[in-house]
């Protein structure tokens, strides 16, 4: 069984960045695929970015791409998405997530797919 604990979360204002961090404990199969959603107050929970552990292949959403960069460090068992010119929209709780197999094909599978969940971390941006 995994666990995963999400942390770097925080308040900062529009333009400005954050790294959050994912640690797993537990095994952490190659053929596994972590992800990162978020949710809105009020909206549903949505895919930002994920990674394939074994081959490191990525898929991000449009929202995000060119300003959020997922990465993984295999021997921390520790995956992180920079977060870089962020936006008022980015605001909401961000969550870590890990499912065996791949993460999709254009975009991050839903979050059903994934059966491990971490606690979440808030982030928030002020105009």
């Known amino acids: 069984q995994v666990q995963l604990v999400e942390s770097g979360g925080g308040s900062v204002q529009a333009g400005g960045s954050l790294r959050l961090s994912c640690a797993a404990s537990?095994?952490?199969?190659?053929?596994?695929?972590m992800g990162w959603f978020r949710q809105a107050p009020g909206k549903e929970r949505e895919g930002v970015a994920s990674?394939?552990?074994?081959?490191?292949?990525?898929l991000y959403a449009d929202s995000v791409k060119g300003r959020f960069t997922i990465s993984q460090d295999n021997a921390k068992n520790t995956v992180y998405l920079q977060m870089n010119s962020l936006k008022p929209e980015d605001t909401g709780m961000y969550y870590c997530a890990v499912r065996p197999g791949g993460c999709g094909i254009y975009r991050t599978l839903p979050e059903g797919y994934f059966g491990y969940w971490g606690q979440g971390t808030q982030v928030t941006v002020s105009s």
């Open positions: 537990g095994y952490l199969a190659s053929t596994n695929c």
């Open positions: 990674i394939y552990i074994g081959s490191g292949s990525i």
